[in-house]
Structures are given as structure tokens and as C-alpha cells.
């Protein structure tokens, strides 16, 4: 079968596949459903470790260089070890210390909204605004029970959610399986690197597997180098926010702090969306310190990315502001929160491979040109 042949046998069989899905999407729709239900333990598992091992290769280099004589594997275990440690403290130091703040945050804020609204509503009627229905609603909102409703809520969502968890074997049976996953691919990351190098040079062209290889290591250094700098910035920053909003008496400081270190994960947009939920609640518990709040909070962030972040991270992900925000905007339509954390740093691999594309096509279209 000459090449001209089989490259129309596979338009043919392409041509006729896509028109059986088309007229049979529910049936299509039914068989991907159930192909990410088997696959989900396996996603899991590897996304898992794609974040872990971040960290984990980060102290496995550290230990590799203090231990020279240290067996990879042995480097591999502990460093495994070591990152599974940091994460139980951080989860520990989460719920012992951040939520409590944040819950205590939110209690304060709504006794300071139920004291200051009747000044509120005076102060918008003195504006010529209709405030009955504003008048309406304090008199028949009780703040008390609405807290309480909040917090007992949820809990309540919270503890439905683990019983439906530990009660479906189904779900027990993916998480297992997916945590078994992420330790067998963290400890055999090196064998399976050889093998899946193997396999692309076996059973494709060495040019096809060269490129695969490339966009392979490009997307990790991509996703370690957001991972790593984000993660890095959230301590700094979330700690500086704290220090300085304490030092000059702003009110929510370790909210504002949490706030901060939780939006830094979403380049350029998280820092405004953070400084201005300081200022509102600024405002609400002391107006005369909100522009106090305002330039403390862009002094902190002006040191921490001009003198902090250059030298302790390096540089980021190589991506303008404004495909930051088209790529959080599409990760969070589609995935919400996390799909907002990962296509930034895909949109970032996207870019850099298309620049390179472009770079070449340009280089060559010059050769060309040279030539005659």
C-alpha cells in the first residue's frame, strides 16, 4: 500500500468515525462518562503527584548534594518522606490557625455591619436616597441566627460531605487507588522516565519524539517554576502583609493576610482583588484608615516584588497580564478555582511553543529569501 493510498483509507476512516459520533452523541457522551469514571483514580493520582513532586524534587536535589553517597532510591524515599511532613504541618497549622482566624473575622464583621448599618442608612438618607426597604430589611434580619446559620451550615455541608465520602466504597476505593498512584509515580519517577523515553523513540521518528521530549520537559519547568515561585510568594507575602497591617494597627490583619496569600496564586489579578477586599474591610472597621490600608498594602507589594521575589523565585511564567486574565478567565469558567490556578502556567507553555513556532517559521522564511 503505497503512502498516497493510506493517507485516503485514514481520511476515509476519520470522515466515517466523525459522522457516527455526531449522529450518535448521547452514546459518545455515555462511553467518555464512563471512561473518566474508570480514569478518574489514575488522573488523580498523577495530578497529585505532578504537584508534589515540586517540592519533592526540590529537596531531593538538596539531599543529593549534602549526601553524595546517598543511593537514589534511599534520596528518592526520604525526600518523598520529608514533603508528606511539610504538608500534614501545613494542613495542621491550617486548620488550628487560619480557619479559627477567619472565622472570628467574619463574626467581627458582622456584628461591626449589624452596629454601623442604622449610621449607614442615615447617611444615604441624607443624600436624598430612598432607604425604606434598607430600613425594612434591618428591622426583620436577625445578624445572630444569620452567623450562626453560617457557620453551623457549614459544618453541617462539610460533615454531609465526608459521611457521602466514607459511605460510597466507590469513592474510598478512587481516593486509595489515587494516593497508591501518586506514591508509586513519585518513588518510580526515574524508571518510568527511562521507560517512557524508550517507548517514544521505538515507536516514533526521533524528530517526533525529540519535539515530544522538548514540550515534555518545557511544560514541567513551566508548572515546577509556578508551583514553586507561587508557593514561595505566598509565605512572603502573606507573612509581610500580616507583619506591616499589625505594626500599623490596620484592622483584619490575618484575614487580609490569608486573603492575600490565597489570591497570590493568580498573577497580576490576585494582588488587586486582595488589596481591594483590604480596603473594603478597612472601611468598614476604621474609614480613617483606609487609605493607610491602600499605601501600606502597595508598599508591601512594591518590596516584595522589586527586592523579594526577583532574587528568592526568579522570574515568572513569562506571560503578559493580559493572557494572565484570558487564562484564568477560561480555567475558571471551566474548572473553576483550579482550573484557574493551571491554565495560567498552560497558557504560558502554549505561548512560549507558539513563539518558538513563530521565531522558526520567520528564520526560515529569511534563509529563503538570502538564498535567491
Not at 548534594?65 to 524515599?77: I, N
Not at 515507536?203 to 517554576?225: G, Q, S
Not at 494597627?249 to 489570591?263: D, G, K
Not at 478597612?282 to 493607610?292: M, N, Y
Request: proline content about 3%; glycine content about 6%; charged content about 15%.
Amino acid at each position: 500500500m503505497n503512502k498516497q493510498l493510506k493517507q485516503q483509507m485514514l481520511l476515509i476512516f476519520f470522515g466515517v468515525a466523525l459522522f457516527a459520533a455526531l449522529t450518535n452523541l448521547n452514546e459518545v457522551a455515555g462511553f467518555f462518562r464512563v471512561l473518566a469514571g474508570i480514569l478518574s483514580p489514575v488522573v488523580s493520582g498523577l495530578l497529585l503527584a505532578f504537584v508534589l513532586s515540586v517540592p519533592m524534587l526540590g529537596i531531593a536535589r538538596r539531599l543529593a548534594a549534602h549526601f553524595p553517597k546517598m543511593k537514589e532510591k534511599a534520596v528518592d524515599a526520604l525526600s518523598l518522606t520529608l514533603t508528606m511532613l511539610c504538608v500534614a504541618v501545613l494542613v495542621f497549622l491550617l486548620c488550628v490557625l487560619a480557619i479559627p482566624q477567619l472565622a472570628a473575622s467574619v463574626r467581627s464583621i458582622a456584628v461591626l455591619v449589624r452596629e454601623n448599618w442604622p449610621d449607614w442608612v442615615a447617611l444615604l438618607s441624607s443624600y436624598g436616597v430612598d432607604t425604606t426597604e434598607l430600613t425594612k430589611l434591618a428591622a426583620s434580619f436577625d445578624w445572630k441566627t444569620a452567623v450562626e446559620k453560617l457557620f453551623t451550615g457549614a459544618g453541617a455541608v462539610i460533615g454531609s460531605v465526608v459521611d457521602l465520602a466514607s459511605s460510597t466504597v466507590s469513592v474510598t476505593v478512587n481516593a486509595v487507588f489515587a494516593i497508591v498512584i501518586m506514591f508509586y509515580v513519585l518513588l518510580g519517577r526515574r524508571e518510568l522516565g527511562k521507560q517512557s523515553r524508550g517507548f517514544l523513540y521505538a515507536y516514533c521518528k526521533e524528530m517526533t519524539a525529540n519535539r515530544i521530549c522538548r514540550i515534555a520537559k518545557l511544560t514541567h519547568d513551566t508548572y515546577a517554576k509556578f508551583f514553586s515561585g507561587q508557593c514561595i510568594e505566598v509565605l512572603i507575602l502573606g507573612t509581610l502583609i500580616f507583619l506591616a497591617f499589625s505594626v500599623f494597627r490596620i484592622p483584619y490583619a490575618a484575614l487580609t493576610a490569608v486573603l492575600t496569600a490565597a489570591f497570590a496564586f493568580i498573577p497580576y489579578i490576585g494582588a488587586f482583588a486582595s488589596c481591594l477586599i483590604g480596603v473594603l474591610l478597612t472601611l468598614l472597621a476604621a474609614p480613617e484608615k483606609a487609605i493607610l490600608c491602600f499605601l501600606v498594602y502597595q508598599a508591601v507589594q512594591f518590596i516584595e516584588n522589586q527586592f523579594i521575589y526577583p532574587h528568592v523565585v526568579g522570574g515568572s511564567v513569562g506571560l503578559s497580564p493580559l493572557w494572565t486574565l484570558l487564562a484564568a478567565l477560561l480555567g475558571g469558567k471551566l474548572f473553576g478555582i483550579i482550573g484557574i490556578v493551571f491554565f495560567i502556567p498552560l497558557a504560558a507553555v502554549i505561548s512560549q511553543l507558539l513563539q518558538g513556532d513563530i521565531e522558526h517559521r520567520l528564520a526560515a522564511r529569511e534563509k529563503m529569501k538570502s538564498e535567491k
